[in-house]
Nanobody, 119 residues
Framework: QVQLVESGGGLVQPGGSLRLSCASSGNMIDINVMGWYRQIPGKEREVVATITSGGNANYADSVKGRFTIFKDRSKNTLDLQMNSLRPEDTAAYYC?????????????WGQGTQVTVFS
């Protein structure tokens, strides 16, 4: 089935940039939507950005104009380019795949990567 592995998190100052990548394995042919979510301790996981198999992207209001979700065909990854980072963007970021894989309906998660924006 689907396995997701995130990378690219780290420490950055406000106004800085980071690029997260999500490498996937398994049968991804019938995955309808992929996305990035984030979570801080004690709060629910929230959607950051999603992209459909057709390439339609949607963003949380809080990141519109600053973050870009895209599929890097050369690396076969789902990436999230994060610019103009703010302290409130600090969170664990998770890659997600929503759809079917080998006959199983699933909502798969990676293990997460930490992003910390500090002054």
């Amino acid at each position: 089935q689907v396995q997701l592995v995130e990378s690219g998190g780290g420490l950055v100052q406000p106004g800085g940039s980071l690029r997260l990548s999500c490498a996937s394995s398994g049968n991804m042919i019938d995955i309808n939507v992929m996305g990035w979510y984030r979570q801080i301790p004690g709060k629910e996981r929230e959607v950051v950005a999603t992209i459909t198999s057709g390439g339609n992207a949607n963003y949380a209001d809080s990141v519109k104009g600053r973050f870009t979700i895209f599929k890097d065909r050369s690396k076969n990854t789902l990436d999230l380019q994060m610019n103009s980072l703010r302290p409130e963007d600090t969170a664990a970021y998770y890659c997600n795949a929503d759809g079917w894989s080998d006959g199983v309906r699933g909502f798969w998660w990676g293990q997460g990567t930490q992003v910390t924006v500090f002054s």
